[in-house]
Every structure is written in structure tokens, then in C-alpha cells.
């Protein structure tokens, strides 16, 4: 079993920031690539940025220049440091990872619970 938990969301005003972690644990053998989902009232889930094992990144337009997604990998972990935030990155935001978990070096997709982002005066 692989579970992911994030932490690090909530609510703040406009032009604020706001750091989130999503850490792995379990029978991981490898994590390739990890990424940040989410998805607002109303509307499907999107992708908001990605980063591969070798730390190459990609991110929605709609961030670029505002978000920044990294990773330890000793630690199994994601964050994603949000600034700049807008009422429209309301939503609950997800981590996602593709593990490598032993045994049998099986491939899953692992999510984790989600963790709500507000923004508002």
C-alpha cells in the first residue's frame, strides 16, 4: 500500500501565499513523476503542475510565473509554493504520483486526499 497526504491549504486574501506538501509513505520502490491537481466548484479536475524525477517541470498557463512545483525525493515528497493567488485559484487541490512499489515493482497511481485552497477578502 502507498498513501500520499498533503497539508498546507486554507483560506487567503488576495495577492497572499500559500505553501503545500504532499508527502508519500509505503512500499515505494521509485516515484517518477508527481504532480498537483485541482479542481474547482463546478468544474473537472485539471492538471496545475507536474515535475518528473529528473526535476523537469511543467505548469497551466494560467500559473506560470505564480506557482512553483519541486520535490525532495529522499523525503517522497511534492510541495507546490502558490503567490500571486487569485479568487479564480479557488479549489481543492490534489497531489498525484506515479510509484513504483514493491513487490513486484507494480506501477499505481496514487491521490492524495485533497486539501481545500481559498481565496477571498
Known amino acids: 500500500q502507498v498513501h500520499m497526504v498533503e ?65 525532495d525525493s529522499a523525503k517522497n515528497t511534492v510541495y507546490l509554493q502558490m503567490n500571486s493567488l487569485k479568487p479564480e485559484d479557488t479549489g481543492v487541490y490534489y497531489c498525484n504520483a506515479e510509484v513504483v512499489a514493491t513487490p513486484g515493482f507494480r506501477r499505481l497511481e496514487v491521490w492524495g486526499q485533497g486539501t481545500q485552497v481559498t481565496v477571498s477578502s
Open 7 to 71: 497539508s498546507g491549504g486554507g483560506l487567503v486574501q488576495p495577492g497572499g501565499s500559500l505553501r503545500l506538501s504532499c508527502a508519500a509513505s509505503g512500499s515505494i520502490f521509485v516515484i517518477n513523476d508527481m504532480g498537483w491537481y485541482r479542481q474547482a466548484p463546478g468544474k473537472e479536475r485539471e492538471l496545475v503542475a507536474s515535475i518528473t524525477r529528473g526535476g523537469s517541470t511543467n505548469s497551466v498557463d494560467s500559473v506560470k510565473g505564480r506557482f512553483t512545483i519541486s520535490r
